[in-house]
């Protein structure tokens, strides 16, 4: 018994010589099969895009090809058209979703600060009416301290008009 060849695209054995497997790597039947199984890899977008491109006008209309396997072109169900529809369409809401979370992973600044502001007005109505000639910052005690007692001086907010107060120098 000599050497047998096992091709797993077409799952198919046959005597290896470079006759017989340069006749079956030509053939239509398993290049049709090799092309599938790295379909079954591809997007199903690219997939689509080429059945749309070489249908099959006999099997598309009456279901049946007289070139079976041999056809050069897309023997493709509409089921399975269907089938990859689904898919891009799952696809793309996959994608959207995760642009969405990761939108919100990583906001911007422009939103983090229109954000603060609006807290801050809400909070705070002093925030809204700095402009009566008082443009000394304001300070407050972060959050997660409101709740401390016996918090160090050096943590407090300055008193008011401390820097008012000072005789600011010029540097250099
Ligand atoms: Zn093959
Ligand atoms: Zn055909």
Redesign the pocket.
Known sequence: MGKRYY????D?QFGDNPSSRKN??T?V??QR??RLYYDSFKDPEVILADVEKGICRAFQNTGECNYGDRCHYTHMTNEHRAQLQQQIQKKREAENAKKKSKSELNPSLEAWLSKRVKKMKSEDPRHCSQSDGDDSPQYSLPPSLLGMTNIPPSLLPPPANTFSSLDIQEWG
């Not at 091709?7 to 077409?10: A, N």
């Open positions: 091709c797993e695209f077409c198919k079956h790597l053939g039947y398993h099969m090799r």
